[in-house]
């Protein structure tokens, strides 16, 4: 168990709506990072947040967005959903921002959308 | 061409032997270099970290850097057959924290 929990495990939507995915980081790590696991394009970077600021940002699309509380838990809300995000989304955490600091990923929310 | 190459597999070894997991990459910026290992449906698992060029070894796992190459393995010594899953090499530039950019993953199969 990596410490970072992610909620739902399983979400099953239609074409058209919005979720809510939600990530809580190992306690104590500041760092969050959402990443889409497809079939066809691997495990792809979409946001990074430390300490509630965005600090990177990847291969995110505008419908997509992300923020981080105060307590450090995240959320990635995707919306206006098409068939095409049925992915895995995970979150990672680290303590810090910089290099040389090691991410732990949750085991991440299957994403359908039918 | 994808920033990081991984062949996919599926490498199929029987248990015992010793396993050879490959990543070439075109960024001549990454710096850190990590190797992730994935069990199905569940998140990735950091294996092994590695700064720079040069070897480090933990266990039954050893991994090398040639950065003059842009080429990245890991060796599994004595494999498992609870070592069958998909194997990620994750790559990330000096300044860009932890955004990691990753190869497609091999799957391997250790047989008993």
């Known amino acids: 168990d990596s410490g970072v929990t992610q909620t739902p495990k399983h979400l099953i939507t239609a074409t058209g709506q919005r979720v809510t995915l939600r990530c809580s980081p190992r306690?104590?790590?500041?760092?969050v990072y959402w990443y889409q696991q497809s079939l066809d394009q691997g495990l792809q970077f979409l946001i990074q947040?430390?300490?509630?600021?965005?600090?990177a940002k990847g291969n995110i699309l505008e419908r997509f967005s992300a923020q981080q509380f105060p307590d450090l838990h995240s959320e990635l809300n995707l919306s206006s959903l098409e068939l095409g995000d049925s992915a895995l989304y995970f979150c990672?955490?680290?303590?810090?921002?910089?290099?040389?600091?090691?991410?732990?990923f949750g085991q991440g929310t299957r994403l359908t959308v039918v | 061409q994808k920033e990081v190459e991984q062949d996919p597999g599926p490498l199929s070894v029987p248990e015992g032997a010793i396993v050879s997991l490959n990543c070439t990459y075109s960024n001549s910026a990454f710096q850190y270099f990590m190797w992730y290992r994935q069990y199905s449906r569940k998140g990735p698992e950091l294996l092994m970290y590695?700064?720079?060029?040069g070897n480090k070894e933990d266990g039954r796992f050893t991994a090398q850097v040639d950065k003059s190459s842009k080429y990245i393995s890991l060796f599994i010594r004595d494999s498992q057959p609870s070592d069958s899953a998909t194997y990620l090499c994750a790559m990330s530039e000096s300044n860009a924290g932890n955004m990691l950019t990753f190869g497609g993953g091999t799957r391997l199969m250790v047989k008993p």
């Open positions: 306690s104590g790590d500041l760092s």
């Open positions: 947040y430390y300490n509630g600021e965005e600090r």
């Open positions: 990672a955490s680290s303590f810090l921002d910089g290099k040389n600091t090691e991410a732990f």
């Open positions: 590695t700064y720079s060029s």
